[in-house]
């Protein structure tokens, strides 16, 4: 019985056709990446659970893929803690390793772990793919690539702004046209401030997100069901619905603030971000927006997000600053600033919106007809000297019949063959067959390689 | 306190530098595949473990990094198993899932999944890590890239001269000298016919393997403690002593397969493989080699190693062709044939070898220096020009000390600085720093842009 071939739920192959289109997308992101100075690095699938655990909260850890130690996994374990039945706490006595759940925790391990090899600031770029034991579901892999980049080692506002030029950058050359949205962690805290909630930070955020998605009256009641005070909701709804441009929203912004310094500073700084980073826009435009919140506890500066002007397929890309995230391994005050390009939701964007070029692949240009062992060997040759001057090759592995040999080639895309028979290994001559007009003609194998090299 | 930062056993980062470099190799192994028509697929990191056991033998088995089962994993566990405190029992109540030993069973399972998507022959290559949880030591880590080609569903032997030909190219572009050394299984099995060793087949190909290393007589003495009686031993010694080129070995070996049919048909194919690949092979030597059997099991048909002419690395690509790789998921009579790239080992011999170029990375070509936020602002616009004619370039985050900007631009390896100041900002002019000559200069940024475009 040959056994049932699956794969694990959440994971995918990926075709030629498909890799093709992923690596478009992975190659733009990484030239503009290193048009900006950023440089490579990967780190291993597996790290130890310590390295990870504890960094992205309860649920986080229950979706951390564990690694069963190798050899008699038992050996070390008593009798009792296998009588308890209790997987939670049998875990860390069976696993010592984990898979990778995002890029960032291991960066900050990468740092620490080589700090005296690397130099300050140090401004890195990372495209690996991550695993998390999610409940799949459309456009949600257990297994998916995230590509970070991150300057870790300055604290200079001109940083927020060069990662804001690379999303208009990547976006701009993939012909996606999005608004970046921003804000700041302190604008949020001058918020809170403000409205007296800043014994409720978390709550109000948390409300502040959901906005985008079910309007401000839910996320009102929201606050209200949570037992917080009419009155600080009342004094949140003005703010929230502040009309104008970033110039405006800032101005408005500060006369709340006049009671809030953090609000204040953190207007100064959103001030300098768009300063330095308005300008250079190419493509995209920058919105100040004070809903915008994402994973809170991490961030302490600028919040970035990225949604695409069409369509509603979410975040393609976000990011902010943290000030301390190798401390918890114990290297303080480095202050880093990064994005992560969410590679999945932009593939599935360009794919509805026909974004990705139609012959996208530069697979074989030229095949080679087989039609016997001595034409096999003298289209070897040919073949050769077609990829040496740059031009991808193939000769049909088989002497096939010729319908069979020319479906191959209309298949592949491939949009000329080549037929050397016996007539032409005497001649001396070689024939084309244009796959696209179906027109084929005889010609020297010179004038042949002239005519295809661009 | 803060945690011990480290890497599981056996795991490694890749530091840019170490990244440019292996991007280098990768680079160069995909061009060559992608000019023979090789696309590329990748499959997921986690296989079931249905598909993984059985593959590789019982050692290869428990190599497998299994994965603990989310959740609750322990819900459907009987308490008689746990008590039994047998690890290997347990491991398939615990875990599903596994992470990949090679790319080839991966591969297998792919088309066998997508066989009615794909047309055949199916040329795939396919670059990823694979895990295997051996004992770490110099040069054999858990964590490792493999660099497969494969050709799938055709019988012609041109796919062989093919896979040598792409040898060939890849290891004369990474300019490593190498010999291609072939085998025939079925050469192997005449050898045994006519040496009366039909019966201890395995025993004698596992005794050849080794000659390399030991010597022949520690390989025959080897054969006679297995109690393989003399005179057989005797028989095999003259042919393994045989000397002058493929020729001269396949024409002596013909003598000796007189009564062996399946001797005479391996000499045949072999004959047709080097019939089609000595024409094509720029760079390399293709030696046969009677002693070649490698996994042996496996292989049905041609077998490839290579070596390199200098130095005592061991193998650095090997293959071959397998007959039945898909049947054990139900496909049968699905013919291929590959080769894996050992990207580790040709990492390690040509950093021996001092075979990488010094200046290897495309890296930052300009710095702008950061003289305060108007100058930066400025710089910032004239980076983005840079960037469009193709040019890296960065502005240094910080208005830190000249010094300090000149380290980073120094340390990075970054050949031009450009420093525009007050002066600059009014007179409309740029000056630039050659870092490797050390003289500046004041001129126009047309003129500096015109100067860096290739």
Redesign the interface.
């Known amino acids: 019985m040959?056994?049932?071939?699956?794969?694990?739920r959440g994971?995918?192959?990926?075709?030629?056709d498909e890799?093709?289109r992923r690596?478009l997308i992975f190659d733009v992101i990484t030239a503009v990446f290193?048009?900006?100075?950023y440089?490579?690095?990967?780190?291993?699938?597996?790290?130890?659970l310590?390295?990870l655990l504890g960094k992205y909260g309860e649920e986080g850890d229950?979706?951390i893929?564990?690694?069963?130690n190798?050899?008699?996994?038992?050996?070390g374990v008593q009798?009792d803690h296998?009588?308890e039945?209790?997987?939670a706490k049998?875990?860390p006595l069976?696993?010592?390793?984990g898979?990778r759940y995002d890029l960032t925790v291991p960066f900050a391990?990468?740092v620490?772990?080589?700090q005296n090899?690397l130099?300050f600031?140090f401004?890195?770029y990372q495209i690996q793919?991550v695993?998390r034991?999610d409940k799949p579901q459309k456009g949600r892999y257990?297994?998916f690539y995230q590509c970070d980049a991150d300057?870790i080692g300055?604290?200079?506002l001109?940083?927020e702004?060069?990662l804001i030029?690379i999303i208009d950058?990547v976006f701009s050359r993939l012909r996606i046209g999005i608004i970046i949205r921003v804000n700041h962690r302190k604008i949020l805290t001058g918020l809170a401030e403000t409205a007296g909630l800043a014994d409720h930070f978390q709550d109000m955020t948390t409300a502040l997100d959901k906005i985008d998605k079910t309007g401000p009256e839910n996320a009102m009641k929201e606050l209200s069901d949570k037992g917080i005070p009419q009155p600080s909701i009342d004094r949140l709804r003005p703010v929230l619905a502040m009309n104008g441009d970033n110039q405006d929203k800032l101005h408005a912004l500060k006369q709340v603030f006049i009671q809030a310094p953090a609000g204040l500073q953190g207007i100064r700084e959103m001030e300098?971000v768009l300063?330095?980073a308005v300008?250079?826009m190419?493509h995209a435009d920058i919105q100040l927006d004070l809903t915008l919140a994402r994973g809170l506890n991490y961030y302490t500066g600028t919040i970035i997000e990225v949604v695409a002007k069409d369509g509603n397929i979410g975040s393609l890309c976000g990011g902010g600053r943290y000030d301390d995230l190798t401390?918890?391994?114990?290297?303080e005050g480095m202050s880093g600033v990064g994005v992560a390009f969410g590679a999945e939701r932009i593939y599935d964007l360009m794919l509805e919106m026909s974004l990705f070029p139609e012959s996208i692949?530069?697979?074989?240009r030229v095949?080679f007809v087989?039609f016997g062992?001595k034409e096999?060997?003298r289209c070897?040759?040919l073949a050769?000297q077609l990829?040496d001057s740059g031009i991808?090759?193939?000769?049909y592995?088989?002497?096939a019949k010729l319908g069979k040999q020319f479906?191959?080639a209309d298949?592949?895309g491939i949009p000329y063959i080549v037929l050397i028979g016996e007539n032409e290994l005497s001649t001396g001559m070689i024939s084309v067959k244009d796959m696209k007009s179906g027109e084929q003609h005889s010609t020297t194998f010179e004038a042949f390689l002239n005519d295809l090299i661009p």
Chains 1, 2 share one sequence.
Not at 34 to 37: D, E, L, S, V
Not at 361 to 364: A, E, N, P, R, S
Not at 392 to 395: D, F, L, R
Request: net charge positive; proline share 8%.
């Open positions: 040959p056994e049932k071939t699956a794969l694990p994971t995918r192959d990926f075709s030629p890799m093709a690596n290193r048009q900006h100075g440089l490579p690095i990967e780190t291993p699938a597996m790290e130890n310590s390295t229950k979706l893929f564990k690694i069963l190798s050899g008699d996994f038992l050996s009798q296998l009588s039945r209790n997987s049998l875990t069976l696993c010592e390793k898979l391990r990468f620490v772990m080589h090899e130099s600031p401004k890195r793919p695993w034991a257990r297994e300057v300055s604290r200079s001109l940083n702004a060069e030029g950058r300098e300063e330095y300008p250079v190419q401390g918890i391994f114990g290297l692949f530069c697979g074989t095949l087989n062992k096999a060997s070897l040759l050769d990829r991808n090759a193939e000769v592995p088989e002497t479906t191959y298949k592949k």
